[in-house]
């Protein structure tokens, strides 16, 4: 396996814009909806808006990049390779121990800058980020779907701000 496969950088397979659209993908991006209004609804508050057009491409670009390549395109793809018997994952009911460890770090990750309930809330969203990698066998939509839930996050602390 190339170091390109290892990280998730290949392209996704099946592709990601096929025509039905894939329903994990689909699921994926409308329940977050949900999610980003019950968050400006009940912790709208804490939420913060970013500070100019650089907080902004950091919070949509550089944060889903790097983390996904990181998380979901390294640590989950050696976790898999390493997890593995006779070529199949390791699982615990229908998720991988690659996704929840890598999950396990994610929220570690987060309780640095973050408490310790917004910290655990990322638990869920890394687990379908994680879902993704598997099913495309690529880190790209992980990285595209972290930056619509970002972006929506940061849409609702905006649109919370405003009232």
Do not use: K
């Amino acid at each position: 396996m190339s170091l390109v496969e290892a990280c998730g950088l290949t392209r996704p397979s099946p592709p990601l814009w096929q025509w039905p659209p894939d329903t994990h993908l689909l699921l994926a991006l409308l329940l977050a909806l949900p999610v980003w209004a019950g968050l400006g609804l009940w912790a709208g508050d804490a939420m913060r808006v970013p500070a100019g057009p650089w907080a902004w491409a950091s919070l949509l670009l550089v944060q889903p990049v790097i983390e996904e390549l990181v998380f979901r395109g390294i640590l989950q793809g050696q976790a898999l390779a390493l997890l593995s018997s006779q070529g199949r994952p390791r699982r615990i009911g229908p998720l991988t121990w690659a996704n929840v460890l890598v999950t396990l770090a994610f929220v570690l990750l987060h309780l640095r800058a973050q408490p310790l309930a917004w910290a655990l809330a990322v638990a869920v969203p890394s687990l379908v980020l994680g879902h993704l990698r598997e099913r495309f066998a690529s880190a790209w939509p992980a990285m595209a779907v972290h930056a619509v839930y970002n972006a929506g996050f940061g849409l609702t602390a905006w649109l919370v701000a405003l009232r």
